[in-house]
C-alpha cells in the first residue's frame, strides 16, 4: 500500500519546455488535487478532480492543465513553462483527510 | 474567497517550552484540520475538529475549535525538537466543496 506517489522527485526545465507530473493513489479515493507551495504562501490548489472524469480549476489555474486517467491516476501538465512556475508542486487523494505525496520540486530556467 | 490566517509565521523555542499557534478567519468553516509538515515531505494529516467548541488532544498537543468555527488553535506542552516543522491548518467550508482552505503555515523550530 504506497499511499499516493509521485513522478519525478525534482526537474529543471528550461523556459518553454513542456512536461507533465504524474500522481498515483492506491487508496481507492475519489478526489485527488493538484497543489503548488512556494515560501510564504502555503498551499495554492491548481486543479482538482472531485471524481473520475470530472476536474475543476481551482485558486491558480493559469499555466496548467491536467487529465484523471481513470480512479488512480491525476496528471498535471505544463505546456510552456515559465520561470513563476518553479515551486513544489504536491499530488493528494481524499476521503475525508487529505493524503499528499512526496511532492516534485521543479525548477524553470 | 474564504481565508486562514496564521499565526505567528515562524516561532523558535527552546525545548521544554510551550506554545500556541493560531488559526483565524473571518468565516465559517464546517470542519477544520490541522497538518504537519517535515522538510522534503508532503504535509500530514493531525486531527480534525468538527464541532464548535471542540478540544481534542493528541498526547502533548491540544487542538480548539472555536465555538463559531471561525478559529482554532494548537497549543504544545514542553516542546521537543521532534515538533519541529511546518504546521498548517485547513478548512472545510462544507458548502458542497471538494476543496480545502489552507493557511499559509507556521514554522516551527524547537531548540535542544
Known amino acids: 500500500n504506497a499511499g499516493v506517489t509521485q513522478t519525478p522527485k525534482f526537474q529543471v526545465l528550461k523556459t518553454g519546455q513542456s512536461m507533465t507530473l504524474q500522481c498515483a493513489q492506491d487508496?481507492?479515493?475519489?478526489?485527488m488535487y493538484w497543489y503548488r507551495q512556494d515560501p510564504g504562501m502555503g498551499l495554492r490548489l491548481i486543479y482538482y478532480?472531485?471524481?473520475?472524469?470530472?476536474?475543476d480549476k481551482g485558486e491558480v489555474p493559469n499555466g496548467y492543465n491536467v487529465s484523471r486517467l481513470n480512479k488512480r491516476e491525476f496528471s498535471l501538465r505544463l505546456e510552456s513553462a515559465a520561470p513563476s512556475q518553479t515551486s513544489v508542486y504536491f499530488c493528494?487523494?481524499?476521503?475525508?483527510?487529505?493524503?499528499f505525496g512526496p511532492g516534485t520540486r521543479l525548477l524553470v530556467l | 474567497t474564504q481565508l486562514l490566517e496564521q499565526s505567528p509565521q515562524f516561532l523558535s523555542i527552546q525545548e521544554g517550552e510551550n506554545l500556541t499557534v493560531y488559526c483565524n478567519s473571518s468565516?465559517?468553516?464546517?470542519?477544520l484540520q490541522w497538518y504537519r509538515q517535515e522538510p522534503g515531505e508532503g504535509p500530514v494529516l493531525l486531527v480534525t475538529?468538527?464541532?464548535?467548541?471542540e478540544v481534542k488532544k493528541l498526547k502533548r498537543l491540544t487542538f480548539q475549535f472555536g465555538d463559531a468555527r471561525k478559529d482554532s488553535s494548537l497549543h504544545i506542552t514542553a516542546a521537543q525538537p521532534g515538533d519541529t516543522g511546518l504546521y498548517l491548518c485547513?478548512?472545510?467550508?462544507?458548502?458542497?466543496?471538494?476543496?480545502?482552505?489552507f493557511g499559509k503555515g507556521t514554522k516551527l523550530s524547537v531548540i535542544p
Open positions: 493528494a487523494s481524499s476521503d475525508w483527510t487529505q493524503y
Open positions: 485547513a478548512g472545510f467550508d462544507g458548502a458542497g466543496s471538494y476543496q480545502l482552505t
Open positions: 487508496m481507492n479515493h475519489n478526489s
Open positions: 475538529v468538527v464541532t464548535g467548541g
Open positions: 468565516s465559517v468553516f464546517s470542519s
Open positions: 478532480s472531485a471524481s473520475e472524469g470530472t476536474t
